[in-house]
């Protein structure tokens, strides 16, 4: 492989493979990082709906346990 790139100008190696590479391999990268950014919002959503919910149910005890009924 370093053969065929040793007589290619810079600009074949440095611009025009890279930019081939993201024309063809372009959409599934798209994919992967989509995918990737998805699935941590998901995780920060359940992180917080968890948070939220032992919040509510320690001040729900909290409060009821003093016997202000």
């Not at 391999?25 to 939220?52: D, E, T």
Request: hydrophobic letters at 65%; zero cysteines.
């Amino acid at each position: 492989m370093r053969e065929i790139f040793a007589g290619m100008p810079w600009w074949v190696k440095w611009i025009a493979v890279p930019v081939i590479a993201i024309v063809v391999f372009g959409g599934l990268i798209a994919s992967i990082v989509g995918f990737v950014i998805g699935l941590l919002f998901k995780i920060l959503l359940f992180v917080i709906l968890i948070g939220g919910l032992i919040f509510v149910v320690r001040k729900f005890m909290s409060s009821s346990s003093r016997g202000d009924w």
